[in-house]
């Protein structure tokens, strides 16, 4: 396994996230913030779930053409502009998860915003992932 989830001993543990994450070493990936939209760069939807279900495609892309698998995202920062609906459409985002990521879960940051650059952007996902040495070719 590329990394460990840490919880240190008498935590209980967090539901959907890993406090810290520790890593082998290699290749750093640092993903710039992906938004809901296609590889064109045009939104499909309004609907927060297929926007992080898209926005999760992409940053799979971008860790892919560095050879990483979902299991080498380390931290993520989530920011969202809605939070009754990112709460409403939690059971949503998990299947997702589940269904793209697995059972796997980083480091993970969300913050609510006014606002994102890119309209009508609801959510933007910023990674970092470490692709081991010896997965590397």
């Not at 590329?2 to 890993?18: D, H, T």
């Not at 999760?56 to 995202?73: D, F, R, W, Y």
């Amino acid at each position: 396994m590329s990394n460990r989830a840490l919880l240190p001993e008498g935590w209980a543990p967090p539901i959907g996230y890993a406090n810290g994450i520790e890593t082998m070493p290699g290749k750093i990936v640092f993903v710039a913030g992906q938004v809901g939209w296609d590889a064109n760069q045009k939104f499909r939807t309004e609907d927060l779930g297929l926007q992080f279900e898209q926005a999760l495609k992409n940053v799979l892309e971008v860790i892919g053409v560095a050879g990483g698998k979902p299991s080498h995202i380390c931290r993520m920062t989530v920011y969202c502009t809605d939070k009754r609906a990112y709460l409403n459409a939690r059971p949503e985002l998990g299947r997702i998860w589940r269904r793209l990521i697995g059972r796997h879960y980083p480091a993970m940051t969300l913050i609510f915003v006014a606002d994102l650059l890119d309209y009508p952007g609801k959510i933007e996902l910023e990674v970092t992932a470490v692709i081991p040495f010896a997965t590397q070719q």
